[in-house]
């Protein structure tokens, strides 16, 4: 008995593979600081910067030629508040990266308050600091999705994971003229310890209030339920792409969605999970290119079809 035949030779194991990662399959996230003005390297996330305006523009430029084209945008606003926030910086970002680049790149828009909030929540909370107003948040949100459409955004990506946010937001783009614009919503969205990075880099920590994280509306891991419940309730508000977040300690979550719901599923390899990667390349304890390589075919083969990652930019050259 040879049960190895399909493993003997590079040849045969291309005909035998079942799925293929492509550098199409991928949006890179992209920082940019109001605050700044000079890029930085983005602490604890290697190859990642937080952009200025201009810089940003600079680098988008580069990434088209070398083939990158799908983008999640991220801004760091330099004035915080409790209540009634200025998009403007946001929207700013938007509309020089659209006025610059057109058609030529996809713009995602991610859409939260985290980097607004004095208090680092992902939306407005009560007086006492005690909860979360659902409702005041996603007026808030609706109209934030719709001044960066008018900006130019391809696509709005709502990480609240506040209720009725999706059919808030699909309403206001429609009533506006704007039902081509895409919504990928962070449907099932855990409250993860991996969010480290990416909140130092967004100054976006939950801290200053009673509630100390985001376990009161982020999904709980023990609760996979929860996970399909939210899924499916975003699917039928409209939302186009539905994502998992984080992704690798999820891939469960991403197969049972793909089996439920036809609609694409994205998934966000976090700041942590990526930090953890790169770490073990670092301490020369695997190679960066096969590491990020093998979990990404993890991705596609649990059947997500959409890859968030730190290290798009790498994708082409790795997986030729
Ligand atoms: C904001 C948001 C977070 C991430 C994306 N959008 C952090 C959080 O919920 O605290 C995490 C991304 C990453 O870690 O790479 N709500």
């Known amino acids: 008995m040879n049960q190895r035949r399909l493993r003997a030779n590079e040849h045969i194991r291309e005909l035998a593979a079942q799925v293929y990662v492509s550098h199409k399959d991928f949006i890179q996230p992209v920082f940019v600081d109001e605050a700044l ?148 919503s962070y449907a099932a969205k855990f409250s993860s310890s991996f969010y480290g990075p990416f909140r130092d880099v967004c100054k976006s920590a939950p801290g200053k209030s009673q509630l100390s994280n985001r376990t009161t509306y982020q999904l709980d891991y023990r609760n996979s339920k929860d996970a399909m419940a939210t899924a499916l309730r975003d699917a039928k508000e409209g939302a186009d792409i539905l994502m ?28 942590g999970e990526y930090a953890a990667l790169e770490f073990l390349a670092q301490q020369q304890l695997g190679e960066r290119a096969a590491l990020h390589k093998e979990v990404w075919t993890a991705f596609k083969r649990a059947g997500a079809s959409v890859i968030i990652s730190y290290a798009s930019r790498e994708a082409k050259e790795w997986l030729l």
């Open 37 to 184: 003005t000079e890029r930085q390297s983005a602490k604890h996330l290697t190859g990642v910067y937080t952009e200025t305006i201009e810089s940003v523009l600079q680098q988008t430029e580069k990434d088209i030629a070398a083939g990158v084209t799908k983008f999640l945008l991220f801004p760091v606003p330099a004035r915080k508040s409790e209540n009634g926030f200025s998009f403007d910086f946001a929207a700013e970002v938007t509309k020089r990266l659209k006025q610059t680049f057109g058609n030529s790149i996809w713009l995602a828009n991610d859409v939260c308050l985290c980097s607004y909030t004095t208090h680092g929540h992902c939306g407005i909370l009560s007086k006492e600091g005690d909860r979360l107003l659902n409702d005041d948040t996603v007026m808030v949100l609706a109209d934030y999705a719709l001044q960066l459409t008018h900006a130019g955004s391809d696509c709005i990506a709502p990480s609240d994971m506040s209720d009725g946010r999706i059919s808030a937001i699909r309403e206001a783009l429609d009533t506006n003229g704007y039902d081509v614009t895409a919504i990928m």
């Open 244 to 271: 998992v977040k984080p992704a690798l300690p999820y891939l469960d979550i991403v197969q049972t969605i793909n089996k439920e719901i036809t609609k694409p599923i994205a998934v966000y390899h976090v700041s």
